[in-house]
């Protein structure tokens, strides 16, 4: 789950980035690919702003921008909006974050149906490659993995109390009355459509992916 403190501290020592970054980390890591960099980059793309992405070795830079190329992506496409509508009522420009908890629940939920190794090995996986490059890692990125590897957010999205307290550990730390503290019922009670709305988006995103690695000479999915 997201630990309080560290949403504390990045909301008060970095005030110049968003409460949450993208939080659909999971779905980011699976992304990547077989590619360690890319990995890296792509895990790190919230944290380098601008052309700051031109310090980094060619690969990580071009993890970077695919974090912000399929960030895009998902932000545009109408399934995701359909998705969004169902709690903009109520939780307005928090229900982007909602969304990205919901579909990385879902994938983490059906990981076998895309991934041959299982979750909690490609999670400790996940985090054994980020510790390789840690030497580069903004100093936010770096203090945020520390949470993200101790409590294992990427594992425990794939139950429902895993978002429910992902999302009540957020609630706590918005400026407003963000209400997400009740976005994990709000899911419940439309799970079975919001599911079907991830398996008809993640096919498009993953088809996305490859194309822009394609272009890049990559491995593709």
Request: charged content about 25%.
């Amino acid at each position: 789950m997201l630990n309080i403190n560290f949403l504390w501290f990045i909301n008060n020592r970095f005030p110049c980035i968003p409460i949450f970054p993208s939080m659909n980390f999971l779905a980011h890591a699976y992304l990547s690919g077989e590619n360690p960099k890319l990995m890296v980059g792509n895990f790190m793309g919230d944290f380098v702003k601008g052309k700051q992405f031109e310090q980094f070795d060619k690969t990580i830079a071009n993890g970077i921008l695919l974090h912000r190329l399929i960030d895009e992506f998902t932000d545009n496409h109408k399934t995701v909006a359909q998705s969004k509508r169902r709690f903009s009522e109520k939780y307005r420009h928090y229900s982007g974050v909602i969304v990205d908890v919901a579909y990385d629940h879902y994938l983490a939920k059906n990981w076998s149906e895309y991934h041959t190794m299982d979750l909690l090995s490609f999670t400790q996986y996940v985090y054994n490659t980020l510790d390789q490059y840690k030497e580069i890692f903004p100093e936010r990125f770096g203090f945020m993995l520390g949470y993200m590897k101790r409590d294992n957010w990427l594992y425990n999205y794939a139950e429902l109390s895993g978002i429910d307290r992902a999302l009540t550990g957020m609630s706590k730390r918005t400026k407003f009355n963000s209400k997400m503290e009740m976005a994990a019922f709000d899911i419940s009670k439309h799970y079975e459509e919001l599911e079907k709305e991830f398996n008809s988006f993640f096919p498009e995103v993953i088809a996305f992916v490859n194309s822009q690695l394609k272009t890049l000479g990559k491995i593709p999915l």
